[in-house]
Structures are given as structure tokens and as C-alpha cells.
């Protein structure tokens, strides 16, 4: 069973930067395909940055390419969000969520909410202008 806990959330004012941290327990990190997912109020639950086993790819939404940096950390077993030149768009509660399964990703995949089997909390965060 794994368990993803966030953290890091808060609020900031916009063009500055936070840190997000998903601790993973269960399973070693580098073993998961994981992702960051982030819902905005009245707004679905969206595809931000995703990384894969071994922390090989990274994949972006547009909305956040050049802003957002995913990585992960076998040591803490943690993976992160870096975000940073961060506006009042970027505010929602932030998930962390995994693919435990070995079932081979197709091209566009890591957007796909359902594929994803643990979820954490989320974490706020809230942009001020």
C-alpha cells in the first residue's frame, strides 16, 4: 500500500516561489511513476508535471513549463515541486498521486487522472497579487 503525504503549501505573493514535497512510504520512489495534479476552485482537478520510474522523463502542462520543476529523491523518498515566478492563476490545492502499476505509459498519459491509484490530501496554495 503506498501513502503519499504533501506539503509545503501556503501563501505567497505572485513572482515568488514554493516548494512542494510529496513524501512516499510504502515503496521506494524511484519504483513509481509519479504526478502532480492541482484543482482551482470551480475548476476540475488538472494535470500539472509528472515523472517517471527512476525519475528518467519529466512531463509539463503547458501552463507551467519553464516554471515548474518535478524531481525526486530516493534518499528521502520524496518527490518535489519546484515552483517558482508563481501568479495568482497557480492558486488550488496541489495533489501528489502515483501509478504503481508496470503497465507501459502511451504518449499523452500522464495527464490521465484514473491511471493514477494513490493519491495524497493536498496541500494549498494561494497566489496573492
Known amino acids: 500500500q503506498v501513502q503519499l503525504v504533501e506539503s509545503g503549501g501556503g501563501l505567497v505573493q505572485a513572482g515568488g516561489s514554493l516548494r512542494l514535497s510529496c513524501a512516499v512510504t510504502g515503496r521506494t520512489v524511484s519504483s513509481l511513476r509519479m504526478g502532480w495534479f492541482r484543482q482551482g476552485p470551480g475548476l476540475e482537478r488538472a494535470f500539472v508535471a509528472a515523472i517517471t520510474w527512476n525519475f528518467r522523463n519529466t512531463y509539463y502542462a503547458d501552463s507551467v513549463k519553464g516554471r515548474f520543476t518535478i524531481s525526486g529523491d530516493n534518499a528521502e523518498n520524496t518527490v518535489y515541486l519546484q515552483m517558482n515566478n508563481l501568479n495568482p492563476e497557480d492558486t488550488a490545492v496541489y495533489y501528489c498521486?502515483?501509478?504503481?502499476?508496470?503497465?507501459?505509459?502511451?504518449?499523452?498519459?500522464?495527464?490521465?487522472?484514473?491511471?493514477?491509484?494513490?493519491w495524497g490530501q493536498g496541500t494549498q496554495v494561494t497566489v496573492s497579487l
Open positions: 498521486a502515483s501509478d504503481a502499476s508496470n503497465a507501459a505509459w502511451l504518449p499523452g498519459h500522464y495527464r490521465i487522472k484514473s491511471l493514477y491509484d494513490y
